[in-house]
């Protein structure tokens, strides 16, 4: 999976087929979070997938906004019309969003452990820095099994982002712009089909999240996967793509 570098834009791209599925990631989520789904569907769908520039962008821009405007206008630039919407974490919430903002432009919309209403995580405090074994313990409770997904270059990889100063600045204040930036009020204008597939044992966004969500969103579709934490698209790929599957499969009819 070879990353492509456009201008400001740094991504995957599948070009699998003339439906696009847009994967958007989490806070400190990367393009192997979606390995299982990537393996899927890139033969069937363009499966996309843009790096978030987190821990790159300038100050001012820094937080929910600045991410929100990135996406829009990578959409914009591509020219994809008709997405298929998926998102893990805050990159869920991100998909609400630009669901409310361009409604039109998508399909379907699939949230994962998404923030939006409710989270408890890392990210919303200043990080323990120097703290190793802090923050593998952190890590590792983002997934029920960690044994079966935490690996030493995982823990090293979020042990040095919030060791830089730079970088920890900035995970603080995209965090603390998600949980102020509340969308219970908006979820009843998503008009779109919407799958939620969530981890029965999440602790970051338990499974009450999932639930409001579906009681918030008209029509929406919930599915719970057991003995699972915050990311079931790591830890349960299998089940995961079965229901993701049935689902876009469900909902292909494409307005020409």
């Known amino acids: 999976m070879e990353l492509i570098t456009e201008g400001k834009f740094q991504y995957y791209e599948s ?30 769908y363009n499966v996309v997938l843009p790096i978030m520039p987190i821990f790159d962008m300038p100050l001012k821009q820094t937080g929910l906004g600045g991410l929100l405007d990135y996406v829009e206008s990578f959409v914009e630039m591509k020219g994809y019309t008709e997405i298929n919407v ?24 699939t949230l994962t452990g998404s923030s939006g209403l409710f989270e408890d995580s890392m990210g919303n405090t200043f990080p323990r820095r120097g ?54 009020e908006r979820l009843g204008t998503i008009k779109i089909p919407t799958l939620l597939i969530w981890g029965k044992e999440d602790t ?18 919930l599915h719970f996967i057991p003995q699972c934490g915050h990311a079931p698209m790591m830890e349960r790929p299998d089940e995961f793509n079965t229901i993701l599957d049935q689902f876009l499969t469900k909902h292909t009819h494409y307005i020409i």
């Open 15 to 44: 070009l699998g087929g003339e439906k696009t599925l847009l994967l958007l990631h989490g806070l400190m989520g990367s393009l192997s979070n979606f390995t299982g789904i990537i393996e899927k569907f890139s033969k069937e």
């Open 86 to 109: 998926l998102g893990n974490s805050l990159g869920g919430h991100l998909s609400q969003l630009v669901v409310f903002r361009n409604p039109d432009k998508y399909h379907t919309l």
């Open 131 to 184: 703290d190793y074994s802090y923050i593998e313990e952190k890590t590792r409770l983002t997934f029920y099994d960690p044994d079966s997904v935490v690996t030493k270059e995982m823990v090293d990889e979020i042990y040095e982002l919030v060791n830089n100063k730079n970088k920890a600045i900035r995970l603080v204040i995209t965090a603390k712009t998600a949980i102020r930036h509340n969308v219970e």
């Open 204 to 221: 970051i966004t338990p499974p009450f999240v999932a639930e409001k969500f579906n009681e918030k969103i008209n029509g929406s579709e």
